[in-house]
Protein backbone atom coordinates (compact mmCIF):
# COMPACT_ATOMS: atom_id res chain seq x y z
CA UNK A 1 0.00 0.00 0.00
CA UNK A 2 1.00 3.73 -1.01
CA UNK A 3 0.34 6.93 0.04
CA UNK A 4 -2.39 7.32 -2.49
CA UNK A 5 -3.62 4.27 -2.27
CA UNK A 6 -4.67 5.42 2.11
CA UNK A 7 -5.41 8.89 0.31
CA UNK A 8 -8.13 6.63 -1.83
CA UNK A 9 -9.43 5.37 1.04
CA UNK A 10 -9.60 8.08 3.74
CA UNK A 11 -11.61 10.05 1.01
CA UNK A 12 -14.06 7.71 0.13
CA UNK A 13 -15.16 7.94 3.68
CA UNK A 14 -18.50 10.35 4.37
CA UNK A 15 -17.45 14.03 4.63
CA UNK A 16 -13.90 12.98 4.86
CA UNK A 17 -11.16 15.80 3.81
CA UNK A 18 -7.96 16.09 3.28
CA UNK A 19 -6.03 19.03 5.34
CA UNK A 20 -1.95 19.11 4.70
CA UNK A 21 -0.98 19.80 8.54
CA UNK A 22 2.60 20.13 10.05
CA UNK A 23 3.80 19.23 6.55
CA UNK A 24 1.85 15.85 5.86
CA UNK A 25 -1.87 14.89 4.99
CA UNK A 26 -4.36 14.79 7.78
CA UNK A 27 -8.04 12.93 7.36
CA UNK A 28 -10.16 14.46 9.35
CA UNK A 29 -14.30 14.45 9.59
CA UNK A 30 -16.41 18.12 10.43
CA UNK A 31 -12.55 19.14 11.29
CA UNK A 32 -11.65 16.75 13.55
CA UNK A 33 -8.54 14.13 12.50
CA UNK A 34 -8.46 10.43 12.11
CA UNK A 35 -6.01 9.85 10.58
CA UNK A 36 -2.80 11.24 8.58
CA UNK A 37 0.58 9.62 6.86
CA UNK A 38 3.95 10.59 5.94
CA UNK A 39 4.57 13.19 2.85
CA UNK A 40 4.14 11.89 -0.75
CA UNK A 41 7.38 10.39 -1.83
CA UNK A 42 8.80 9.24 1.42
CA UNK A 43 11.42 6.16 1.67
CA UNK A 44 9.62 4.46 3.89
CA UNK A 45 6.01 5.72 4.01
CA UNK A 46 3.66 5.44 7.43
CA UNK A 47 0.24 6.38 8.54
CA UNK A 48 -1.52 7.12 11.54
CA UNK A 49 -4.83 6.45 12.86
CA UNK A 50 -6.81 6.79 15.21
CA UNK A 51 -8.02 4.00 18.00
CA UNK A 52 -8.39 3.13 21.54
CA UNK A 53 -5.31 2.10 23.82
CA UNK A 54 -6.95 -1.72 23.59
CA UNK A 55 -7.00 -1.54 20.10
CA UNK A 56 -3.41 -0.11 19.76
CA UNK A 57 -2.09 -2.51 21.97
CA UNK A 58 -3.42 -5.89 20.35
CA UNK A 59 -2.26 -4.60 16.72
CA UNK A 60 1.59 -3.70 18.00
CA UNK A 61 1.19 -7.53 20.02
CA UNK A 62 0.22 -9.12 16.88
CA UNK A 63 2.41 -7.51 14.00
CA UNK A 64 5.39 -5.28 15.63
CA UNK A 65 6.55 -5.17 12.33
CA UNK A 66 4.01 -3.31 10.80
CA UNK A 67 2.22 -1.50 13.95
CA UNK A 68 4.13 0.62 16.47
CA UNK A 69 3.13 3.35 18.93
CA UNK A 70 3.24 6.81 17.15
CA UNK A 71 5.28 9.91 19.30
CA UNK A 72 2.64 12.39 20.71
CA UNK A 73 -1.09 10.62 20.01
CA UNK A 74 0.51 7.22 20.87
CA UNK A 75 -0.78 7.61 24.47
CA UNK A 76 -4.04 8.56 23.38
CA UNK A 77 -4.63 4.81 21.45
CA UNK A 78 -2.97 6.25 18.09
CA UNK A 79 -1.55 3.22 16.07
CA UNK A 80 1.53 3.97 13.39
CA UNK A 81 1.63 1.78 10.86
CA UNK A 82 3.87 0.51 7.83
CA UNK A 83 1.90 1.41 4.34
CA UNK A 84 4.26 -1.21 2.82
CA UNK A 85 3.46 -3.94 5.70
CA UNK A 86 0.06 -3.62 5.83
CA UNK A 87 -3.10 -5.42 4.00
CA UNK A 88 -5.00 -2.79 2.00
CA UNK A 89 -7.79 -4.81 3.43
CA UNK A 90 -6.99 -4.40 7.12
CA UNK A 91 -6.28 -0.72 6.42
CA UNK A 92 -9.41 0.22 5.06
CA UNK A 93 -11.40 -1.55 8.36
CA UNK A 94 -8.91 0.75 10.41
CA UNK A 95 -9.68 3.90 8.55
CA UNK A 96 -13.66 2.99 9.27
CA UNK A 97 -12.85 2.74 12.54
CA UNK A 98 -11.41 5.80 12.94
CA UNK A 99 -13.31 7.73 11.61
CA UNK A 100 -16.69 5.95 12.90
CA UNK A 101 -14.71 6.91 16.51
CA UNK A 102 -14.42 10.87 15.08
CA UNK A 103 -17.37 11.14 12.98
CA UNK A 104 -20.49 12.88 14.54
CA UNK A 105 -23.12 10.01 15.71
CA UNK A 106 -25.86 11.44 13.44
CA UNK A 107 -23.03 11.03 10.18
CA UNK A 108 -21.77 7.76 11.31
CA UNK A 109 -26.20 6.65 11.32
CA UNK A 110 -26.37 7.67 8.29
CA UNK A 111 -23.40 6.42 6.62
CA UNK A 112 -24.13 3.00 6.88
CA UNK A 113 -20.39 2.06 7.98
Known sequence: MN??????LALALPEAVEVETWGHPTFRVRK???ASCSADG???PTATFKATLGEQGALVASNPEVYGVPGYVGRH???QVRL??????AMREHLIDAWRATAPKSVVARSGL
Open 3 to 8: VDELRG
Open 32 to 34: KMF
Open 42 to 44: SAD
Open 77 to 79: GWV
Open 84 to 89: EGVDPA
